[in-house]
């Protein structure tokens, strides 16, 4: 654009002395993206779930749950069960801005980590996140309800899944996420990437 487009574009910006400053975009996994107007009278979410995601801080956040999870089957403690919860439940509402385990994965170890790191769909990850806040709320539920060894079971299952991503990239949620597109119960524009998650290595 010329200067003199620029000044018909934008007659008054120079008599009232404004300043029209650049749109920033939001990096992938920031937990400090700001409302925006979208232009149709919506306005984004101040903390959006990440998309894409980073794989490596994935696993890591995994690993946290692995050791979490493996402390409150070992222990029976319910500070561990309610840590673990509230981690899922902050991780699915707003991403990573108020998890301090995601915090951690992506703002401090990720960044250390020198490879190439590979970002994948965010919806099949907040969909295993969402399992992973369901079977920890079922646990809470198991122990408020004085059923302390089905509560450890409900976590163990959840741990074994998280060792699952962690170890291996496996991601269950994830391949759970795709059967769901492919029998049409969630809309494929959500994620056109994901229909063929299950068949990813």
Same mark, same amino acid.
């Given at each position: 654009m010329t200067g003199h487009e620029s000044r018909d574009r934008f007659p008054d910006a120079k008599a009232e002395g404004a300043t029209i400053e650049p749109m920033r975009e939001p990096?992938?996994?920031?937990?400090t993206t700001l409302v925006t107007?979208?232009?149709?009278?919506?306005r984004q979410k101040r903390y959006p779930f990440p998309n894409p995601v980073n794989e490596t801080s994935a696993r890591i956040v995994a690993a946290g749950v692995v050791l979490t999870g493996a402390a409150y089957v070992s222990?029976?403690?319910? +500070?561990? #069960?309610?840590?673990?919860?509230?981690?899922? &439940?902050?991780?699915v509402s707003t991403?990573?801005?108020?998890?301090?385990?995601?915090l951690l994965a992506t703002r401090v170890?990720?960044?250390?980590?020198?490879?190439?790191?590979?970002?994948?769909p965010g919806p099949p990850k907040r969909f295993a996140q969402l399992v992973g806040l369901l079977f920890s709320a079922?646990?809470?539920i198991l122990y408020i309800a004085d059923m302390p060894v089905a509560s450890r079971v409900a976590v163990l299952m959840l741990t074994a899944a998280a060792f699952l991503e962690a170890a291996f990239g +496996?991601? #269950?949620?994830?391949?759970?996420?795709?059967? &769901?597109i492919k029998a049409g119960l969630v809309p494929e524009r959500i994620c056109t990437e994901c229909a063929n998650l299950g068949a990813r290595p």
């Open positions: 990096t992938p996994e920031s937990p107007d979208r232009g149709d009278g919506r222990t029976g403690h319910l +500070l561990l #069960l309610l840590a673990l919860t509230y981690g899922f &439940l902050a991780r991403g990573p801005a108020f998890s301090p385990l995601a170890l990720t960044p250390r980590i020198r490879k190439t790191h590979r970002m994948v079922a646990a809470c +496996l991601c #269950l949620g994830c391949i759970m996420f795709s059967w &769901l």
